[in-house]
Nanobody
Framework: QVQLVESGGGSVQAGGSLRLSCAAY????????MAWFRQAPGKEREGVAR???????TYTDSVKGRFTISKDNAKDILYLQMNSLKPEDTAMFYC?????????????????WGQGTQVTVSS
């Protein structure tokens, strides 16, 4: 089993920055792909960014150039650096991980999910 614990959410004004962290526990050696998703009130869950085991990254168009996903393999921590935040980025952000190959796309469902961390951006 794998447990994912997010942290780093909060409230920030538009144009500000936040860094989310996701610590993975358990059988982390099984994980091949990790990602960040978000869900705003009244909207469907959206894939934001993913990173696979060789470091290849993918972003949804709305965050390209503003968000950066990275992973500390030694510490089993996934990060999401979010810059130039906009009110429309307000959402619950979830860390996700998957053991299957190839890496799941941002449209897929992942094996493991965290509880989420709230990000609120005010104008």
């Amino acid at each position: 089993q794998v447990q994912l614990v997010e942290s780093g959410g909060g409230s920030v004004q538009a144009g500000g920055s936040l860094r989310l962290s996701c610590a993975a526990y358990g059988y982390t050696y099984l994980l091949y792909c990790m990602a960040w998703f978000r869900q705003a009130p009244g909207k469907e869950r959206e894939g934001v960014a993913r990173i696979d085991s060789d470091g290849t990254v993918t972003y949804t168009d709305s965050v390209k150039g503003r968000f950066t996903i990275s992973k500390d393999n030694a510490k089993d921590i996934l990060y999401l650096q979010m810059n130039s935040l906009k009110p429309e980025d307000t959402a619950m952000f979830y860390c996700a991980a998957d053991s299957r190959r190839p890496c799941r796309s941002l449209l897929d469902t992942y094996n493991y999910w965290g509880q989420g961390t709230q990000v609120t951006v005010s104008s």
